[in-house]
C-alpha cells in the first residue's frame, strides 16, 4: 500500500512538474525528450483463436493440465488492428508475435510483438513491444523497445485494456494507447 502510494506520489509530482502535450488518456507522457511530447497511437487488437481462421494459433502444450494459468502454453499471432473496436472498421496495421504463460500464480503473459502500421504517416514502420501482460487487470503496461522507419530509436510504453472478451470462446478485443519517442 505505501509503495503504491509512493508510486501515485511521484506520478502526481510528475505530472505537476511536467504536463504533457499527449493525448494521455490512461496516462502521463514524459518530457525527458526535451520537452517534445511523445506519439500516441491508438487502435483496437483482435486476437481471435477460434473460428475457422483464427488470427492466432496455439503451437506449444504446457506439459499437463495441472496448471491453472496454463503455465508453458505459447501462442503465435498475426492479429489484425483496426481504428475502431468493430472487427469490420478501417485496418491500420497488425500485431504479429507470440505470447506465452510465464507466470505459475495468475494468468499472465510474456507478450513480444512488432505493431506494423499500414495506415498514414506511419506506414511501413514498426513499434516493437515486449512485456508482461496479466489479462485479468484493467491496463497492462508493456514497454516499447524499439522501432523501424519512423519509430528508429523508439521508446515508452504500450497501455492495453480488453473491450471484449467472449466467454466461452477467448476470442478477444483489446485497446491499446501506445505512446513513443522517436
Ligand atoms: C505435471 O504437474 C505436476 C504437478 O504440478 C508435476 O509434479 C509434474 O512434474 C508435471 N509433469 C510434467 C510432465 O511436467
Ligand atoms: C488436458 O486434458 C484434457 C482432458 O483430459 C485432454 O483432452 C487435453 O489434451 C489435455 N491437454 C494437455 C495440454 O495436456
Ligand atoms: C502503405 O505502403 C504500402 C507499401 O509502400 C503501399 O502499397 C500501400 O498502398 C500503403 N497504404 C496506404 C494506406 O497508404
New binding site residues.
Given amino acids: 500500500m505505501a509503495k503504491g502510494l509512493a508510486v501515485l506520489m511521484s506520478v502526481l509530482l510528475f505530472v505537476l512538474a511536467a504536463p504533457s502535450k499527449a493525448d494521455t488518456q490512461d496516462g502521463p507522457g514524459s518530457s525527458s525528450h526535451g520537452g517534445s511530447a511523445p506519439t500516441h497511437i491508438h487502435f483496437y487488437f483482435h486476437d481471435k483463436i477460434t473460428g475457422p481462421s483464427p488470427s492466432a494459433v496455439k503451437v506449444v502444450n504446457p506439459p499437463n493440465n495441472t496448471s491453472l494459468t496454463s503455465f508453458g502454453v505459447m501462442f503465435v499471432m498475426d492479429d489484425p488492428l483496426t481504428e475502431g473496436p468493430d472487427p469490420a472498421s478501417k485496418p491500420v496495421g497488425r500485431a504479429q508475435g507470440m505470447y506465452l504463460s510465464a507466470d505459475q500464480a495468475r494468468i499472465g503473459f510474456l507478450q513480444a510483438m512488432n505493431i506494423v502500421l499500414?495506415?498514414?504517416p506511419y506506414?511501413?514502420s514498426m513499434i516493437t513491444v515486449l512485456g508482461s501482460n496479466h489479462i485479468n487487470d484493467n491496463i497492462r503496461e508493456m514497454p516499447v523497445v524499439g522501432g523501424t522507419g519512423a519509430f528508429r530509436f523508439a521508446r515508452g510504453y504500450a497501455q492495453a485494456h480488453t473491450h471484449f472478451l467472449d466467454p466461452n470462446r477467448l476470442d478477444a478485443i483489446v485497446e491499446y494507447n501506445v505512446y513513443v519517442f522517436h
Fill in positions: 499500414t495506415v498514414g506506414n511501413g
